[in-house]
């Protein structure tokens, strides 16, 4: 299965220059889009409970996975599946679904997490030209991983996006 991180970051790799912050307020428009092309051809996404709360509402054209310790505070909403499971069983179970790819989409917890259990295939980094003098780091809690760069293509004037493979 292939499993793609998708993540903005500042210049010095921050994810937020505070905690529950939406990247729409400082990512560009052609982040957003690139953002928009790759999780729809994934066609699920998986998500952190911050994170979903903070987007506010399942993805149009995605089916949305929410990993939180407590599926059971939350109401099914069509096309939104809250799970405690942890991320190497929520794959799983995705690809007993037929599922060939899925998008992880944040936050902070959930990239570690991933990036940890080493489940990541795929990561595609925009990088945005602000920095941050204290913020939210893209992931905490685990040893070296070495990534390969496969691409890097310039977004708009002020953007550049890196795709890695794991």
Known sequence: MKVIGIV????NG????????????????????????????????IV?????????????GRSTVVLTKTPEQFENQEGVRFTDQDPKEALEALKEDG???????GGQ??????????????????????LFGSGVNLSVGFDRIDAYLQSVEKLGDTSVLLHYTL
Do not use: C, N
């Not at 903005?8 to 210049?11: E, G």
């Open 8 to 11: 903005a970051i500042s210049i």
């Open 14 to 45: 921050m994810i937020a220059q505070r905690p529950l912050q939406q990247s729409l307020d400082w990512t560009s428009q052609e982040d957003t889009e690139h953002f928009k092309r790759i999780t729809e051809e994934a066609g699920v996404v």
């Open 48 to 60: 952190g409970r911050k994170t979903y709360e903070l987007i506010g509402k399942p993805l149009k």
């Open 99 to 105: 599922q060939g790819q899925v998008a992880v989409i």
């Open 109 to 130: 917890e959930v990239y570690s997490q991933f990036l940890k259990e080493g489940l990541l295939t795929d990561l595609y980094v925009t990088i945005e030209p602000v």
